[in-house]
């Protein structure tokens, strides 16, 4: 795109040298970066670098730092706590991407290329999570998991009665919060398939149809290679979202019980803001920093294979 | 992640929803009723039980939220139940909970300066990627990049320590300024987008016409990218309104705090009035889903692109 302008003949077609090129003098492109470079460098940019520079410190936040070297990041390697926070995200990215991904492909299979009436209507309920708040999301979920909730009255249907409060339940409280990103997620994937999948070339369904292809090949080999762009945003969207999940987590759960839901993005907060120890929260951004941009790699490299 | 949006092959680009596009989408969608398949009705059932179930799981529990927000002071709360009568009692007391009034006050003043300040700015930095040559192009694309990516749990840290000492918290613009550089990224790459498709003949038109590179943006590429800058705006408002980490840790006093910082902060706190929270969480909820409502398409179209706000 940004090739559209280097074009040489736009500026000699215009016959004036550098004032005649659209963009006047050689500081004007800079001019109009100036708000957003300004801004970017000032509150991304350089407190990225400080927390770089505070993760080889130990730091509480109000006395002066002490220099440590690696040692925060040789106790997230060391200490079983801090591991178990990544052995959670990881459950959260099951929750969050793995299944509203493999759901919503399994929908869309299903629906694949039937004309469904109320269509829009559907889509606009599934995609309505993705518009609040997660402080309602967490009020309403934590209704669902409480102890007199919507869940164990569900449960109570099928005769199993049952008090536990999901959340307070070192088994259950991470799952609990993993549906929750399932329920939010799951919508976005579906809406995502279902309008990909009408992009499909119908002359492709048409050949494996005459080709006699099962449903099964007629999915494994036309629609989830049509899927491949929106299969990509959706792994980008969810899977970044469960490694960054810190709002779930304090909303719902502050981590607890015990340390049985706290994840990177939760023990940051806790740690910088609650514990003080700043130095070893800066130490965990880096490495959270680190992971998603290895991920968002690694899916990009998927789409563009 | 940006690069999605940088491929048209892609979910979604800005040209491709919201006004035009979104036309084009009924028609092709029209076009297949007539040439495409037509369902059998046992297909059809089986379409609308799954759609049915699924948008049921979805709506389930806001409707239960909802049903609590209208419970009688003396019916016991339990599960998904209908209430004895409504009651909207709880509404007027949502407005004293945590000093909700305040906070939704606050919400509204923050999204008042973030959006159209970040739409503004994003314009002017996309316009430069997507028509200028300079040097150190690929260097600053890179910069903002990097703010598309990077978990925000990262750089506040010393932010707010850095902020704190220099004595600049305390003023509703500790969160406001951060939360414009935060969404800054993706509006740009948004808007990047936008303006790279078929701008050139209208951009060498306006040159030959002899107007300004400042006159060309405002009067010639601006308005032929309004629906890519209105689902900009709706979702920099969604989600200056829903944002909750800026808001908890950067805007200091509860005085300042919007509404999802100031609530959150209340959950933590022992739970006594379910009712006047769930009052509060619909309330708190009737900005974005009216945005919802009306911006649905350019709304979906935004958060299905792929990008990812800090």
Known sequence: MSAVTARPGVSTRSGGGRAGRLAGPAYVPYLYLLPGLALVLAFVVYPMLRTVQISFTRWNGVTPPEFIGVDNYAEILADPVLRSLFGHSAVLIFFYAIIPIALGLLITAVLARWRVRGMSAYRALLFIPQALSMVVVAIAWQWVFASTGTLNQLLSLFGNDVTTAWLGSFEWALPAVGLTGTWRQIGLCMVLFLAGVQKIDTSLYEAARLDGASAWHEFRYVTLPGLRAEIAVALTLTVTIALKSFDLVFLMTKGGPGTSTSVPGYEIFARAFNRGEVGSAASLGVTLTLLIVLVAFAIERFRSE | ?310
Do not use: C
């Open chain 2, 1 to 310: 992640m940006a690069t999605v949006i940088l491929h048209d092959e892609g979910g979604a680009s800005p040209r491709r929803g919201g006004g035009p596009g979104a036309r084009r989408s009924k028609r092709s969608t029209a076009g297949r009723e007539g040439g495409g398949r037509r369902a059998p009705l046992s297909a059809k059932v089986i379409a609308h039980v799954i759609l049915g179930l699924f948008t049921l799981f979805t709506i389930m529990p806001l409707i239960s939220i909802f049903l609590i927000s209208v419970y009688p002071e003396n019916q016991l709360v339990s599960g998904l139940a209908l209430p004895e009568r409504v009651d909207f009692a709880n509404y007027s007391r949502a407005w004293g909970i945590a000093n909700f009034s305040v906070l939704m006050r606050n919400s509204v003043v923050v999204a008042l300066f973030v959006v159209p300040i970040a739409t503004f700015i994003s314009i002017l930095g996309a316009y430069a990627f997507a028509t200028m040559r300079f040097r150190g192009k690929a260097a600053i694309f890179l910069l903002f990049l990097l703010g598309l990516l990077l978990p925000y749990e990262a750089p506040i840290v010393p932010l707010y320590y850095d902020l704190n000492a220099l004595g600049l918290t305390g003023s509703p613009f500790t969160l406001i300024v951060p939360e414009i550089a935060l969404f800054l990224s993706f509006g740009i790459f948004w808007m990047r987008a936008a303006f790279g498709e078929d701008t050139r003949t209208l951009i060498e038109a306006a040159r030959i016409d002899g107007a300004s590179s400042w006159t060309t943006l405002w009067r010639v590429l601006v308005p032929s990218v309004k629906p890519a800058i209105v689902t900009l705006l709706v979702l920099f408002f969604m989600w200056s309104w829903n944002e909750f980490l800026l808001a908890l840790v950067l805007a200091g006093s509860p005085g300042l705090q919007t509404a999802p910082a100031g609530i959150g902060l209340f959950l933590g706190e022992r739970v006594s009035d379910l009712r006047g929270l769930a009052a509060a969480a619909i309330i708190m909820s009737i900005p974005p889903l009216v945005v919802y409502a009306f911006m649905q398409r350019s709304f979906i179209q935004g958060v299905t692109s792929g990008g990812v706000k800090g």
